[in-house]
Protein backbone atom coordinates (compact mmCIF):
# COMPACT_ATOMS: atom_id res chain seq x y z
CA UNK A 1 0.00 0.00 0.00
CA UNK A 2 0.89 3.66 -0.48
CA UNK A 3 1.35 4.62 3.08
CA UNK A 4 3.37 1.29 3.87
CA UNK A 5 5.59 2.38 1.34
CA UNK A 6 5.46 6.01 3.09
CA UNK A 7 6.17 4.75 6.54
CA UNK A 8 9.44 2.55 4.93
CA UNK A 9 10.68 5.65 3.51
CA UNK A 10 9.85 7.86 6.74
CA UNK A 11 11.93 5.65 8.77
CA UNK A 12 14.56 5.58 6.57
CA UNK A 13 15.16 9.10 6.06
CA UNK A 14 14.99 8.92 10.10
CA UNK A 15 18.12 6.70 10.06
CA UNK A 16 19.61 8.82 7.37
CA UNK A 17 19.15 11.59 9.79
CA UNK A 18 20.54 9.75 12.68
CA UNK A 19 23.34 8.13 11.10
CA UNK A 20 24.28 12.65 9.81
CA UNK A 21 23.84 13.31 13.58
CA UNK A 22 26.30 10.89 14.88
CA UNK A 23 29.14 11.58 12.39
CA UNK A 24 28.73 15.02 12.10
CA UNK A 25 29.52 17.52 14.71
CA UNK A 26 29.01 20.58 13.39
CA UNK A 27 25.20 19.31 14.07
CA UNK A 28 25.99 19.07 17.86
CA UNK A 29 26.26 22.72 18.39
CA UNK A 30 23.80 25.64 19.69
CA UNK A 31 21.13 25.24 21.86
CA UNK A 32 18.23 23.09 19.43
CA UNK A 33 20.09 19.85 18.64
CA UNK A 34 17.12 17.84 17.52
CA UNK A 35 17.48 14.31 15.91
CA UNK A 36 14.15 15.11 13.44
CA UNK A 37 13.68 17.80 11.44
CA UNK A 38 10.70 19.72 10.61
CA UNK A 39 10.06 17.50 7.70
CA UNK A 40 10.26 14.55 9.77
CA UNK A 41 7.10 15.72 12.02
CA UNK A 42 4.84 16.76 9.21
CA UNK A 43 5.60 13.33 8.13
CA UNK A 44 4.76 11.61 10.76
CA UNK A 45 1.21 13.61 11.76
CA UNK A 46 0.29 13.21 8.17
CA UNK A 47 -0.15 9.10 9.09
CA UNK A 48 -1.90 9.56 12.14
CA UNK A 49 -5.41 9.05 11.90
CA UNK A 50 -6.71 12.54 12.49
CA UNK A 51 -10.27 12.76 13.45
CA UNK A 52 -13.15 15.32 14.71
CA UNK A 53 -11.79 14.98 18.46
CA UNK A 54 -8.33 16.00 16.91
CA UNK A 55 -9.53 18.71 14.90
CA UNK A 56 -11.32 19.94 17.77
CA UNK A 57 -8.53 19.74 20.29
CA UNK A 58 -6.15 21.90 17.53
CA UNK A 59 -8.76 23.92 17.18
CA UNK A 60 -9.45 25.08 20.72
CA UNK A 61 -5.50 25.86 20.97
CA UNK A 62 -4.48 27.84 18.26
CA UNK A 63 -8.04 29.70 19.27
CA UNK A 64 -6.82 30.10 22.84
CA UNK A 65 -3.17 31.26 21.19
CA UNK A 66 -5.04 34.03 19.42
CA UNK A 67 -7.00 35.06 22.45
CA UNK A 68 -4.25 35.33 24.50
CA UNK A 69 -2.41 37.97 21.36
CA UNK A 70 -0.27 34.87 20.00
CA UNK A 71 -0.82 33.81 16.32
CA UNK A 72 -2.86 30.60 15.68
CA UNK A 73 -0.13 27.99 17.17
CA UNK A 74 -0.19 24.94 19.28
CA UNK A 75 3.49 24.08 20.65
CA UNK A 76 4.77 20.45 21.15
CA UNK A 77 5.17 21.03 24.97
CA UNK A 78 1.19 21.74 25.49
CA UNK A 79 -0.05 19.27 23.08
CA UNK A 80 1.91 16.53 25.60
CA UNK A 81 1.26 18.24 28.82
CA UNK A 82 -2.11 20.35 28.40
CA UNK A 83 -4.10 19.03 25.13
CA UNK A 84 -5.83 22.08 24.23
CA UNK A 85 -4.41 24.76 25.77
CA UNK A 86 -3.01 27.62 24.09
CA UNK A 87 0.46 29.78 24.46
CA UNK A 88 -0.26 31.85 27.29
CA UNK A 89 -2.53 29.64 29.09
CA UNK A 90 -1.56 28.75 32.62
CA UNK A 91 -3.92 25.90 33.07
CA UNK A 92 -4.77 22.70 30.85
CA UNK A 93 -7.18 23.52 28.24
CA UNK A 94 -11.18 23.83 29.51
CA UNK A 95 -11.92 20.75 27.48
CA UNK A 96 -9.56 18.22 27.82
CA UNK A 97 -12.25 16.14 28.86
CA UNK A 98 -14.06 16.48 25.55
CA UNK A 99 -10.76 14.68 23.75
CA UNK A 100 -11.02 11.19 24.61
CA UNK A 101 -7.78 10.36 22.49
CA UNK A 102 -5.94 13.48 22.15
CA UNK A 103 -3.37 14.01 19.54
CA UNK A 104 -0.52 13.65 21.55
CA UNK A 105 -1.86 9.66 21.93
CA UNK A 106 -2.39 9.44 18.52
CA UNK A 107 0.80 10.71 18.00
CA UNK A 108 2.94 8.98 20.12
CA UNK A 109 1.50 5.41 19.18
CA UNK A 110 2.78 6.56 15.76
CA UNK A 111 6.08 7.17 17.23
CA UNK A 112 6.86 3.70 19.10
CA UNK A 113 5.35 2.00 15.75
CA UNK A 114 7.65 3.90 13.07
CA UNK A 115 10.88 3.19 15.26
CA UNK A 116 10.09 -0.49 16.90
CA UNK A 117 13.09 -2.32 16.77
CA UNK A 118 15.26 0.13 15.59
CA UNK A 119 18.37 1.17 17.08
CA UNK A 120 19.29 4.03 15.95
CA UNK A 121 16.45 5.79 17.60
CA UNK A 122 15.19 5.05 20.73
CA UNK A 123 11.21 6.35 20.55
CA UNK A 124 10.60 7.64 24.20
CA UNK A 125 13.84 9.83 23.94
CA UNK A 126 12.56 10.87 20.77
CA UNK A 127 9.31 11.74 22.18
CA UNK A 128 10.77 13.68 25.47
CA UNK A 129 12.62 15.22 22.81
CA UNK A 130 9.87 16.55 20.83
CA UNK A 131 7.38 17.29 23.94
CA UNK A 132 10.30 19.80 25.19
CA UNK A 133 11.41 21.19 22.15
CA UNK A 134 9.87 24.42 20.19
CA UNK A 135 8.24 22.41 17.36
CA UNK A 136 4.15 23.53 16.96
CA UNK A 137 1.57 23.08 14.98
CA UNK A 138 0.53 26.55 13.03
CA UNK A 139 -3.24 26.39 11.50
CA UNK A 140 -3.28 29.98 9.40
CA UNK A 141 -6.67 30.94 8.51
CA UNK A 142 -8.50 28.88 11.09
CA UNK A 143 -10.74 31.35 11.78
CA UNK A 144 -11.80 30.64 8.39
CA UNK A 145 -12.70 26.62 9.03
CA UNK A 146 -15.55 25.49 11.09
CA UNK A 147 -15.72 21.90 9.27
CA UNK A 148 -13.62 18.96 10.27
CA UNK A 149 -11.75 17.92 6.95
CA UNK A 150 -8.70 16.12 7.30
CA UNK A 151 -5.88 18.91 7.24
CA UNK A 152 -2.74 18.93 4.78
CA UNK A 153 0.63 18.49 6.73
CA UNK A 154 3.26 20.24 5.62
CA UNK A 155 6.41 22.63 6.82
CA UNK A 156 8.57 25.41 6.95
CA UNK A 157 11.12 24.75 4.65
CA UNK A 158 12.94 27.52 5.86
CA UNK A 159 14.05 29.14 2.75
CA UNK A 160 10.98 32.35 1.80
CA UNK A 161 9.46 29.82 -0.48
CA UNK A 162 6.15 30.30 -1.49
CA UNK A 163 4.96 26.16 -2.09
CA UNK A 164 6.32 23.23 0.03
CA UNK A 165 5.29 19.83 -0.02
CA UNK A 166 2.21 18.80 1.67
CA UNK A 167 0.50 15.03 2.84
CA UNK A 168 -2.53 14.00 3.22
CA UNK A 169 -4.17 11.42 4.64
CA UNK A 170 -6.88 9.38 2.91
CA UNK A 171 -9.78 7.27 4.58
CA UNK A 172 -8.16 4.43 3.36
CA UNK A 173 -4.97 5.19 5.05
CA UNK A 174 -2.83 6.01 2.18
CA UNK A 175 -1.06 9.35 1.79
CA UNK A 176 -1.18 11.07 -1.03
CA UNK A 177 2.11 14.42 -1.29
CA UNK A 178 0.38 17.48 -3.01
CA UNK A 179 1.87 21.30 -3.88
CA UNK A 180 1.12 23.38 -0.88
CA UNK A 181 0.76 26.89 -0.74
CA UNK A 182 -0.72 30.15 0.99
CA UNK A 183 -4.00 30.24 -0.92
CA UNK A 184 -4.73 26.42 -0.82
CA UNK A 185 -4.16 27.22 3.24
CA UNK A 186 -7.48 29.95 3.14
CA UNK A 187 -9.35 27.37 1.13
CA UNK A 188 -8.98 24.30 3.73
CA UNK A 189 -7.32 23.61 6.89
CA UNK A 190 -3.55 23.66 6.63
CA UNK A 191 -1.39 22.67 9.49
CA UNK A 192 2.14 23.76 9.04
CA UNK A 193 5.05 22.05 11.42
CA UNK A 194 7.35 25.56 12.16
CA UNK A 195 9.06 26.27 15.31
CA UNK A 196 7.71 28.87 17.86
CA UNK A 197 9.46 32.52 18.03
CA UNK A 198 7.35 33.87 20.64
CA UNK A 199 5.71 31.91 23.76
CA UNK A 200 8.54 32.94 26.06
CA UNK A 201 7.83 36.76 25.42
CA UNK A 202 4.04 38.28 26.81
CA UNK A 203 1.86 39.71 24.61
CA UNK A 204 0.31 42.70 24.24
CA UNK A 205 -2.96 41.36 25.44
CA UNK A 206 -1.26 39.62 28.34
CA UNK A 207 0.68 42.05 29.80
CA UNK A 208 -2.95 44.04 29.43
CA UNK A 209 -4.13 41.92 31.74
CA UNK A 210 -1.73 42.21 34.32
CA UNK A 211 -1.00 45.57 34.29
CA UNK A 212 -4.09 47.95 34.70
CA UNK A 213 -2.01 51.40 33.41
CA UNK A 214 -2.18 49.47 29.93
CA UNK A 215 -5.98 49.18 29.85
CA UNK A 216 -8.06 47.66 31.85
CA UNK A 217 -8.30 43.85 30.34
CA UNK A 218 -7.25 44.94 27.21
CA UNK A 219 -9.77 47.52 27.00
CA UNK A 220 -9.76 51.30 25.81
CA UNK A 221 -7.74 54.08 27.78
CA UNK A 222 -9.61 57.09 27.69
CA UNK A 223 -8.62 60.57 28.61
CA UNK A 224 -9.69 61.81 32.05
CA UNK A 225 -9.24 64.40 34.03
CA UNK A 226 -5.77 66.21 33.47
CA UNK A 227 -2.99 64.01 35.23
CA UNK A 228 -0.84 65.04 37.86
CA UNK A 229 2.89 63.50 39.15
CA UNK A 230 4.31 62.22 41.80
CA UNK A 231 5.52 65.99 41.90
CA UNK A 232 2.64 67.91 41.72
CA UNK A 233 3.02 68.71 37.72
CA UNK A 234 0.78 68.38 35.28
CA UNK A 235 0.78 65.33 32.21
CA UNK A 236 -0.22 63.65 29.75
CA UNK A 237 0.29 60.16 28.60
CA UNK A 238 1.36 58.85 25.12
CA UNK A 239 -0.79 56.00 23.93
CA UNK A 240 -0.44 53.70 20.96
CA UNK A 241 -3.92 54.15 19.61
CA UNK A 242 -3.68 51.29 16.89
CA UNK A 243 -1.07 49.52 14.24
CA UNK A 244 -1.44 48.53 10.54
CA UNK A 245 1.50 46.19 9.30
CA UNK A 246 1.26 46.99 5.55
CA UNK A 247 2.83 43.89 4.38
CA UNK A 248 4.10 40.58 5.52
CA UNK A 249 8.05 40.02 6.53
CA UNK A 250 8.19 36.23 6.69
CA UNK A 251 7.34 33.62 4.32
CA UNK A 252 3.91 32.19 4.97
CA UNK A 253 5.10 29.21 6.44
CA UNK A 254 6.46 31.13 9.23
CA UNK A 255 3.52 32.14 10.55
CA UNK A 256 2.49 36.07 11.10
CA UNK A 257 4.73 38.55 12.18
CA UNK A 258 6.18 39.63 15.51
CA UNK A 259 7.24 43.31 16.40
CA UNK A 260 9.01 44.21 19.17
CA UNK A 261 7.59 48.16 20.24
CA UNK A 262 10.09 49.56 22.40
CA UNK A 263 9.86 53.19 23.71
CA UNK A 264 12.04 54.95 25.88
CA UNK A 265 11.64 58.48 27.45
CA UNK A 266 12.77 60.32 30.74
CA UNK A 267 9.24 60.18 32.47
CA UNK A 268 8.09 62.83 34.81
CA UNK A 269 10.66 65.28 34.12
CA UNK A 270 10.51 68.13 36.57
CA UNK A 271 14.03 69.22 37.37
CA UNK A 272 14.93 72.49 38.75
CA UNK A 273 18.27 72.30 39.00
CA UNK A 274 21.28 71.05 36.94
CA UNK A 275 21.82 68.67 40.29
CA UNK A 276 18.41 67.43 40.12
CA UNK A 277 19.12 66.28 36.39
CA UNK A 278 21.14 63.07 37.91
CA UNK A 279 17.95 62.09 39.73
CA UNK A 280 16.28 60.88 36.60
CA UNK A 281 16.75 57.77 34.24
CA UNK A 282 15.08 57.12 31.42
CA UNK A 283 12.29 53.99 31.76
CA UNK A 284 11.38 51.97 28.62
CA UNK A 285 8.43 50.79 27.08
CA UNK A 286 8.61 47.04 25.25
CA UNK A 287 6.02 45.31 24.35
CA UNK A 288 5.44 42.35 21.33
CA UNK A 289 2.47 42.93 18.80
CA UNK A 290 1.56 39.79 16.90
CA UNK A 291 0.10 40.69 13.92
CA UNK A 292 -1.40 37.33 12.20
CA UNK A 293 -1.39 36.91 8.41
CA UNK A 294 -4.95 37.96 8.01
CA UNK A 295 -4.24 41.66 10.10
CA UNK A 296 -1.77 42.66 7.33
CA UNK A 297 -3.31 45.58 5.70
CA UNK A 298 -6.23 46.08 8.78
CA UNK A 299 -5.60 48.98 11.52
CA UNK A 300 -6.58 47.34 14.83
CA UNK A 301 -6.86 48.68 17.79
CA UNK A 302 -3.98 48.32 20.92
CA UNK A 303 -4.30 50.96 22.74
CA UNK A 304 -1.11 50.81 24.38
CA UNK A 305 0.57 53.60 26.64
CA UNK A 306 4.16 54.41 25.50
CA UNK A 307 5.18 56.83 28.12
CA UNK A 308 2.80 57.02 30.84
CA UNK A 309 3.75 60.46 32.23
CA UNK A 310 4.37 62.73 29.16
CA UNK A 311 5.74 66.55 30.20
CA UNK A 312 6.03 69.86 28.89
CA UNK A 313 10.21 69.27 29.41
CA UNK A 314 10.49 66.38 27.12
CA UNK A 315 12.48 67.29 24.53
CA UNK A 316 12.20 63.62 23.06
CA UNK A 317 11.90 60.22 23.30
CA UNK A 318 13.69 57.20 21.68
CA UNK A 319 11.50 54.53 19.49
CA UNK A 320 11.82 51.78 17.61
CA UNK A 321 9.89 48.78 15.99
CA UNK A 322 11.89 45.68 14.79
CA UNK A 323 10.47 42.43 13.51
CA UNK A 324 11.64 39.51 15.27
CA UNK A 325 13.89 36.89 13.07
CA UNK A 326 16.35 35.99 15.65
CA UNK A 327 20.30 35.80 15.89
CA UNK A 328 22.51 37.34 18.35
CA UNK A 329 22.05 40.03 20.76
CA UNK A 330 22.80 43.29 20.27
CA UNK A 331 21.39 46.67 21.38
CA UNK A 332 20.93 50.17 19.54
CA UNK A 333 22.87 52.99 21.74
CA UNK A 334 20.11 55.79 21.22
CA UNK A 335 19.76 59.06 23.66
CA UNK A 336 16.35 60.37 24.90
CA UNK A 337 16.00 64.17 25.51
CA UNK A 338 14.61 66.35 28.32
CA UNK A 339 14.93 70.47 28.36
CA UNK A 340 15.88 72.72 31.31
CA UNK A 341 16.71 76.45 30.86
CA UNK A 342 16.54 76.40 26.89
CA UNK A 343 18.91 73.60 27.02
CA UNK A 344 19.02 69.84 25.65
CA UNK A 345 20.40 67.08 27.79
CA UNK A 346 20.66 64.07 26.40
CA UNK A 347 20.26 60.16 28.61
CA UNK A 348 21.99 57.40 26.46
CA UNK A 349 20.42 54.31 26.71
CA UNK A 350 20.46 50.84 24.94
CA UNK A 351 17.77 49.23 23.47
CA UNK A 352 18.12 45.27 23.06
CA UNK A 353 17.64 43.61 19.35
CA UNK A 354 19.27 40.74 17.25
CA UNK A 355 21.44 41.04 14.96
CA UNK A 356 18.70 39.07 11.90
CA UNK A 357 15.71 41.35 12.96
CA UNK A 358 14.10 43.62 10.45
CA UNK A 359 14.40 47.01 11.86
CA UNK A 360 11.15 48.68 11.08
CA UNK A 361 12.14 52.10 12.20
CA UNK A 362 14.27 53.72 14.70
CA UNK A 363 14.61 57.14 15.36
CA UNK A 364 13.41 60.02 18.13
CA UNK A 365 10.07 61.27 18.27
CA UNK A 366 9.86 64.71 18.98
CA UNK A 367 7.46 66.65 21.26
CA UNK A 368 7.09 68.80 18.58
CA UNK A 369 5.64 65.80 16.52
CA UNK A 370 4.23 63.93 18.99
CA UNK A 371 2.00 66.99 19.54
CA UNK A 372 1.24 68.17 16.48
CA UNK A 373 0.39 64.75 14.84
CA UNK A 374 -1.54 63.32 18.07
CA UNK A 375 -4.32 61.30 16.54
CA UNK A 376 -3.15 61.40 13.17
CA UNK A 377 -1.94 58.45 11.32
CA UNK A 378 1.98 58.64 11.03
CA UNK A 379 3.88 56.17 8.64
CA UNK A 380 6.84 54.48 9.96
CA UNK A 381 8.61 52.51 7.36
CA UNK A 382 5.97 49.63 6.63
CA UNK A 383 3.59 50.23 9.25
CA UNK A 384 1.24 52.97 10.21
CA UNK A 385 0.66 53.67 13.76
CA UNK A 386 -1.69 56.18 15.55
CA UNK A 387 -0.07 57.85 18.20
CA UNK A 388 -1.92 60.40 20.91
CA UNK A 389 -1.79 62.15 23.50
CA UNK A 390 -4.12 61.84 26.51
Known amino acids: MKRTLFLGCLCGIFLAACERLDN?????????????????????LAVVPVGDSQVDEVRDA??????????TEYTMKQLFLTPGAGVGSEEAGTRVEAYPVPLRDLLSEQVRRTFAGTRAIDPEAFLDQLSSSDVQIYWPYSELFDDYRTPVVTFDPGDNSVRNIGYLRREDGTVEELVVDEEMARERPVWVINRNADAEYKSLEMRRREDPDWGQGGGFITPGTRGTSSRGNYFQTLVLRSFQANRQFDSWFAGGSEFFVKCA????????????????????????????RNQVGKPVDFNAVLVSEWTGMLDNCAFMMVEDDGGSLTSWKCSAMVK????????????????????????ALTRTYVERNSGAVGHFGDVDLILELI
Open 24 to 44: DRTLHTGENEYIFTLEDIAQL
Open 340 to 363: YNSKSYGFEIELPLHTRDDIVWRG
Open 62 to 71: VSASSDNGYD
Open 265 to 292: AVEDFTASTEAELKLYSPSVTDFLVVVK
